[in-house]
């Protein structure tokens, strides 16, 4: 018989279906058996009425365990006794297609590295599985603005011959006779694909981090979303872009899994306003100082304890979750990121902060061969033809047209949006510096 979704019940009273899934909990008592079965769209109660000696469907309800997967055929019919949507199958047949075994390793108040060792049954949990069913409206609406926009997608190559642009250390990886690397950033491949005449770049994919960091917000490994777009006269374009991709975001959330994410995470998902609340870091220097914060005034940069009291002051004053810092010292961004020429001193650059956390580091780019060795130069680093830039470079040799862009961490944004309290919550199987397994 052909499948019934247990999601889908309500339209099938009165017929015998097919159901398959797991037992979520059991209640045998001596005259009637009930077994909540649950699939990926919800959960039913099957009840079944002791018939007596003889009675073999009782006998192997008796005999199952919690997380088995069942097939169970029988007839939908209304009971407003029961909570689970009104309704219940009265069992015809039963058939146990893999018996858990009895004592499951983990449970409701099992704890995060526990939980982590078990993951797929963790993710039976609605709650856990809703992770995912939100991580793929999220993708698909990043993809359907993308598309709108004029967005190419690319994926760029995970293994490099040289360390990406960021400071972190990498992974290095056996390549034959030689190391490789893992790509900390698609950056350099992002602005090739600018140079090769791709208008607008769009990407979903991995990204590696050897840092050694223990954060509720940090993993080796994780999908990065990465956009570049040519012609840019300045880095404001890149950030309206990625409002208007984060509100179809969060409207396409809000529309699908609003009610769920509420019910099981105690979370609101709420749709920004555009644009987004705007400061320099000057300004948001200047404020989060007036409020206590860096008293000696040594930072030149935000920690996460500034982000966390910036998004909470800009919040109480304007009533939005998102903030976008700019201008960052160049001191503490890449050489790559244009310097403007009325302050040469700081950066055509920006972070998004969302609810206290950073999700995006962006910047119009410098474009200018010249420009962009002296910058490398300037940082130390080896701008030769010969050295680990000049692939690189070489890309800006032959008409570089102006262009900016920025990286989205997937994880970090199915985080806030749900309230997780961590990023090991927001990802399918982990991974940070003590975790390799599952």
């Known amino acids: 018989m052909v499948r019934a979704l247990v999601g889908e019940l309500a339209s099938a009273v009165g017929r015998t279906v097919t159901v398959k899934g797991w037992v979520n909990t059991l209640r045998l008592q001596s005259k009637v058996q009930f077994v909540v079965v649950r699939d990926h769209t919800g959960m039913v109660q099957v009840t079944h009425r002791r018939g007596g000696e003889g009675d073999a469907l009782g006998e192997l309800l008796r005999g199952l365990t919690v997380e088995s997967a069942v097939v169970v055929t029988g007839r939908v019919v209304l009971n407003p006794v029961v909570k689970l949507g009104g309704l219940e199958i009265v069992p015809e047949r039963v058939e146990v297609v893999s018996a858990a075994e009895p004592g499951l390793p983990i449970g409701a108040e099992t704890g995060p590295e526990q939980r982590l ?43 490099m011959g040289t360390a990406s642009e960021s400071g972190a250390e990498v992974f290095e990886v056996g390549y034959f006779d030689r190391t490789a690397y893992l790509a900390q950033s698609p950056q350099f491949y992002k602005q090739m694909a600018i140079a090769a005449g791709i208008d607008r770049v769009f990407e979903i994919g991995p990204v590696f981090r050897a840092e050694p960091s223990f954060t509720s917000r940090h993993a080796t490994e994780f999908t990065g979303v990465d956009v570049e777009l040519a012609w840019t006269e300045d880095v404001g374009e890149v950030m309206a872009f990625e409002e ?13 899994h609003g009610e769920q994410i509420e019910q099981h995470w105690n979370t609101r998902v709420t749709v920004p306003e ?37 998004s909470a002051l800009v919040a109480q004053e304007t009533g939005h979750e998102f903030v976008f810092v700019t201008r960052f010292p160049a001191s503490v961004r890449p050489f790559y990121h244009r310097r403007p020429a009325d302050d040469p ?47 690189y470079l070489d890309c800006f040799r032959y008409g570089m047209p102006p262009h900016g862009g920025f990286g989205l961490g997937l994880g970090r944004v199915l985080m806030l949006a749900l309230g997780l309290p961590s990023i090991r919550d927001a990802v399918f199987l982990f991974r940070g510096p003590n975790r390799l397994e599952p």
């Not at 995912?132 to 994926?155: D, I, K």
């Open 244 to 256: 208007r991709m984060l509100r179809r975001v969060l409207e396409r959330v809000a529309e699908r």
């Open 274 to 310: 555009l644009p987004f609340p705007r400061l320099t870091m000057a300004e948001a220097t200047e404020k989060l100082r007036d409020a206590g914060w860096d008293p000696e005034g040594a930072r030149e940069d935000l920690d996460p304890e500034g982000e966390r009291l910036l």
């Open 117 to 159: 060792n078990w993951r797929f049954l963790d993710i039976r949990r609605p709650e856990r599985r809703l992770v995912f069913e939100v991580q793929t409206t999220v993708e698909q609406a990043m993809r359907e603005v993308a598309a709108e926009e004029g967005c190419t997608e690319l994926h760029t190559p995970k293994l």
């Open 345 to 391: 001193g700081v950066t055509d650059s920006f972070d998004l902060l969302w609810k206290g956390v950073e999700i995006t580091t962006g910047a119009q780019r410098e474009h200018r061969h010249a420009r962009l060795v002296e910058q490398a130069r300037e940082k130390g680093m080896d701008a030769s033809p010969g050295g680990p830039l000049g692939r």
